[in-house]
């Protein structure tokens, strides 16, 4: 998996979606919708991710994967399969997304963590995201 970083502080879940289907971070943004800052506040976070989800959804159809939101935790790997995985974070309403490659290691957009190789295992993680190929 290569590393995207995001571009806007609000930006994970594209440069997220970027590094799961080998996208650049624009490319990714065509789908992936940024939220605003009023969306955390105003508590619409949950309409943004609803459009997010159903957009990736739409992406992982694109590049010949199969999205599926295994139950956990504690969640499971699987052989070829790519997760997006949210984490808590100290602001209310906000979860970072982060890409899992297959052999579990977390790649953090968060430029701060560009160069962290973490096993998702030691991550608090809320909700996954499995991507497997089509078979």
Not at 1 to 7: G, I, S
Not at 66 to 79: I, N, Q, R, Y
Not at 102 to 130: C, M
Request: glycine share 6%; proline share 6%; hydrophobic share 40%.
């Amino acid at each position: 998996m290569n590393y995207v970083a995001q571009k806007h502080s609000l930006g994970c879940l594209i440069a997220a979606g970027a590094m799961v289907f080998d996208l650049s971070y624009d490319r990714a943004g065509w789908f992936i919708p940024l939220p605003r800052e009023e969306d955390l506040i105003d508590g619409s976070v949950n309409e943004i991710t609803e459009l997010s989800v159903s957009r990736l959804q739409s992406l992982s159809n694109l590049s010949g994967k199969v999205m599926s939101a295994p139950d956990g935790p504690p969640f499971d790997l699987k052989e070829g399969c790519r997760y997006i995985a949210w984490l808590e974070t100290d602001r209310p309403n906000f979860l970072h997304s982060v890409a899992v490659d297959e052999a579990g290691i977390v790649f953090d957009p968060d430029s701060d963590n560009q160069d962290v190789r973490k096993h998702w295992t030691e991550y608090s993680i809320k909700v996954v995201l499995e991507f497997r190929p089509i078979e």
